[in-house]
C-alpha cells in the first residue's frame, strides 16, 4: 500500500514531466552537498532549468502514466532535470561536472520530445549551440548576405552614374 505522501509526490512529478513536454533528463547527484547542490541547481535555474529529487520509481511509474518510455540508468539516487532548451542545459550539468572533481552530476539518459536518449546522448546535446547561439549565427549570415548584396548593387548604381556622366560629357562636347 503507498504511503500518502509517495501518491503526492507520484502526482506531481507526473504533472512536471507532462508540463515538460516529454523531455527531460535523468542524472546521478549522489556526493553533491547542500552547498554544491544549491549552487547546481542556480546555475540550472540561469539556463531555463529545474532539478527534481526523485525515487527511481515514482520516475518509472511517471513515466508508465505518461505512456513515455522506460529509461536506462535509474538505479542508484537519480534527480530529473526539466527544461526549455536542451542544449543549453545539458552543456550547464557538463560544465558544472567538471567543477568537481567526483565529476557529479553524471548524466544517466533522458527524454526528448518523447525519445529515449542515453547518456552519450544527452552529452552530445551539451556540445551542440544553444538555440539563442544559433538564431545569432543564422541573423549573422543572413545580414553578411544581405550587406554584400547591398554593396554590388550600390557599385553597379555608382557605375551607371558614372556611364551617364560620361555621355552627358560626351553631348556637350558634340
Given at each position: 500500500m503507498p504511503s500518502q505522501r509517495n501518491i503526492e509526490h507520484l502526482e506531481a512529478l507526473t504533472a512536471t514531466l507532462k508540463g515538460a513536454e516529454g523531455s527531460f533528463f535523468v542524472v546521478d547527484y549522489q556526493g553533491l552537498e547542500a552547498g554544491p547542490t544549491g549552487k547546481l541547481r542556480r546555475a540550472l535555474r540561469e539556463k531555463g532549468g529545474e532539478l527534481i529529487v526523485a525515487k527511481n520509481t515514482l520516475i518509472r511509474k511517471a513515466l508508465g502514466n505518461l505512456g513515455l518510455p522506460e529509461l536506462e540508468g535509474l538505479a542508484g539516487p537519480s534527480a530529473v532535470v526539466i527544461f526549455k532548451e536542451p542544449a543549453a542545459v545539458a552543456k550547464a550539468l557538463k560544465e558544472y561536472a567538471k567543477t568537481n572533481d567526483k565529476g557529479i552530476p553524471k548524466l544517466?539518459?533522458?527524454?526528448?520530445?518523447?525519445?529515449?536518449?542515453?547518456?552519450?546522448?544527452?552529452?552530445?546535446?551539451?556540445?551542440?549551440?544553444?538555440q539563442t547561439e544559433l538564431r545569432a549565427e543564422l541573423v549573422g549570415v543572413l545580414s553578411a548576405t544581405m550587406s554584400n548584396f547591398v554593396g554590388v548593387l550600390g557599385g553597379k548604381a555608382q557605375e551607371f552614374v558614372g556611364i551617364l556622366d560620361a555621355f552627358v560629357a560626351k553631348q556637350e562636347a558634340a
Open positions: 544517466k539518459s533522458g527524454l526528448l520530445s518523447g525519445q529515449a536518449l542515453d547518456a552519450k546522448q544527452v552529452e552530445a546535446l551539451a556540445d551542440l549551440p544553444s
